[in-house]
């Protein structure tokens, strides 16, 4: 994709990573700001792929994403969900706080559970984002809110709109 960067982290404490402001915003943040309300981007779902196919440099950069939405969109909250064939633990976070991602997962990939999870906690999400390789089960339906997968694999979802990002 030229003309196009992903952003750059920068390791300033073990474990955690913070963006170059130098680079320019992701796909996955300009697509988000595409569909912004003019008062509030209100709250995003973000489920993070923790199957046994994703990587600790797929993780990286999936925190690095997350980051990007705090800090480039605001929203009023975002909710984290660690998943594979379940959700395991959910984060909330909102703009300024530090972000550290904590994987939990490693099992096969069923992207239903995070839908369910919504609804059980009584969540409609603005946007629902997921990050992942999109190696997994679909839910037969789609939700009634726009859901983004941004991929680091070559693979099409059933339903939202496809988003390609690359592990550097």
């Not at 969109?73 to 998943?83: E, I, K, M, T």
């Not at 629902?128 to 694999?153: C, H, K, N, Q, R």
Request: net charge negative; with cysteine; proline share 8%.
């Amino acid at each position: 994709m030229a003309g196009t960067a992903a952003p750059s982290l920068v390791r300033h404490h073990p474990g955690r990573f913070e963006l170059d402001a130098a680079q320019p915003p992701s796909h996955l943040v300009r697509s988000l700001s595409a569909r912004r309300c003019a008062r509030s981007t209100g709250e995003i779902a973000i489920a993070v792929d923790c199957s046994g196919s994703v990587n600790a440099r797929q993780l990286r950069l999936f925190e690095a994403e997350i980051r990007s939405i705090l800090e480039g969109q605001r929203p009023d909250r975002v909710h984290v969900l660690y998943f594979d064939a379940e959700v395991h633990k959910v984060d909330t976070y909102v703009a300024g706080e530090i972000l550290h991602l904590e994987p939990v997962g490693g099992g096969g990939t069923d992207f239903g559970p995070c839908f369910d999870w919504l609804i059980e906690h009584g969540i409609h999400p603005q946007t629902m984002v997921f990050l992942t390789d999109l190696y997994g089960s679909f839910p037969e339906s789609a939700p009634d809110y726009p859901v983004i997968w941004a991929s680091t694999g070559g693979r099409q979802a059933p339903f939202g709109s496809v988003i390609p990002m690359h592990a550097a």
